[in-house]
């Protein structure tokens, strides 16, 4: 594919900083609003703040790691970007949709594209009813917390607290605790993409919960719904061979 206008983003660090600006000074740059293709400098948050920053107008994003991790990123390199941009592949994400509602009834709605998870806020575990498809799976879950994840964050929190990383075109979300109490030996549940969840916060008010998509946390929830907006596709673009599909698979054989 070829991208006639090209933007340079970068994180607040040094690092991407300094690229950026020798990047627009060798190319032909225009902003952000203008692109047909956004070239983030920074790690995986950074580039996630820029799916999100798009998601109204999508337009596709090439990540250069300037960052740390750098997952969701390619390498760095200031020579070929063009030629680069031309060969790249597009993987196309699907956030997930949250509604929730408050202790004092208010509804709260965002947008994941790794996960939404809800979390205690106290010293009191969290006790959590699970219903999916309107079927109630599990009436009591005693926890610190629990998350629904998507392929593209499965490798983030989702795998560190021992969830399951799941390829892109699997088809499937997953749905992992996090540090599990009752029942002990449950290890979460792998779902269908277009499953709907239900989460149920019992004695909420003594029990406070919160809840989080991606960068967007609500504070003191009841109740809480997640699935997958498939109405809104996020082109994320990598190098051939880098691809998003490649970099899950091989991270499942990593020692």
């Given amino acids: 594919m070829k991208f006639a206008k090209i933007a340079i983003a970068a994180a607040d660090m040094p690092e991407a900083e300094e ?3 020798r990047l627009r000074a060798r190319y032909n740059c225009v ?3 203008e692109a047909d293709v956004i070239v983030a400098l920074g790690g995986d948050g950074f580039v996630l703040h820029m799916l999100h920053s798009v998601m109204k107008n999508p337009v596709p994003i090439y990540g250069m790691n300037r960052g740390s991790v750098g997952f969701l990123m390619n390498a760095y390199e200031e020579d070929g970007l063009l030629e680069r941009l031309a060969a790249a592949t597009a993987a196309e994400l699907h956030p997930l949709r949250m509604q929730s509602w408050d202790t004092n009834g208010q509804k709260h709605e965002a947008l994941a594209i ?15 009813a699970i219903t999916v498809d309107g079927v109630e799976r599990l009436h009591e879950l005693i926890c610190d917390g629990i998350m629904v994840s998507t392929p593209a964050g499965s490798t983030a929190y989702n795998l560190s607290a021992a969830g399951p990383i799941i390829p892109m075109g699997a088809g499937v979300l997953a749905l992992t605790p996090i540090s599990a109490f009752r029942p002990r030996r449950w290890r979460g549940a792998l779902l269908p993409q277009r499953a709907a969840v239900e989460f149920h916060v ?8 919160s809840a989080s998509a991606d ?7 009841t109740h809480v719904t997640v699935s997958e907006s498939r109405d809104i596709a996020l082109p994320l673009l990598f190098d051939p061979e880098h691809n998003l599909e490649e970099r899950i698979l091989k991270e499942q054989f990593q020692p």
């Avoid at 960068?215 to 929830?221: D, G, K, L």
Wanted: hydrophobic share 40%; glycine share 2%; aromatic share 6%.
């Fill in 215 to 221: 960068f967007h946390e609500v504070r003191n929830i």
């Fill in 31 to 33: 902003s952000a609003d």
């Fill in 114 to 128: 790794n996960e939404v998870s809800l979390i205690r806020q106290s010293r009191q575990a969290a006790k959590i």
């Fill in 202 to 209: 019992k004695n909420a008010d003594f029990r406070t919960v």
């Fill in 19 to 21: 690229a950026g600006a």
